[in-house]
């Protein structure tokens, strides 16, 4: 189990400009962290923090984030992440194609908050 000071936590973002496309109600928007949340932990099950993570349901940490802008800047988030080798899952909702939200699989929080400290909690 994970210490306070070693919180294993997962980051979800998303675009803050989905509330204003139409088909895009709140239930709607939850859903795609959900989706994106199950596409990085099902995808690595078999990492050994993800398996800690899950192995306590109870006090799991996620963090839900927004990013303003739009679908360029959810794509640059993604890159950055790929460049720093942070394996993330980039929900793609179809048929639209649209990217909608990323979540990072569970990494130690000293780890890689800094990659998301400019990003505010979603609302």
Not at 23 to 32: F, L
Request: glycine fraction near 2%; include cysteine.
């Amino acid at each position: 189990m994970a210490t306070p000071v070693n919180i294993i936590v997962q980051y979800i973002l998303l675009r803050r400009d989905l509330k204003k496309m139409k088909n895009y109600n709140d239930g709607a928007i939850i859903t795609q962290a959900c989706h994106a949340s199950s596409a990085i932990l099902f995808k690595t099950i078999n990492d050994d923090l993800t398996k800690l993570y899950l192995s306590d349901l109870e006090r799991m940490h996620k963090v839900v984030l927004g990013i303003d802008g739009n679908e360029n800047d959810i794509n640059e988030l993604s890159n950055l992440l790929k460049q720093n080798s942070i394996e993330h899952y980039l929900w793609i909702e179809q048929p639209e194609n649209i990217p909608t939200a990323i979540a990072v699989k569970p990494y130690y929080k000293k780890d890689i908050e800094h990659f998301f400290s400019k990003y505010k909690l979603y609302r």
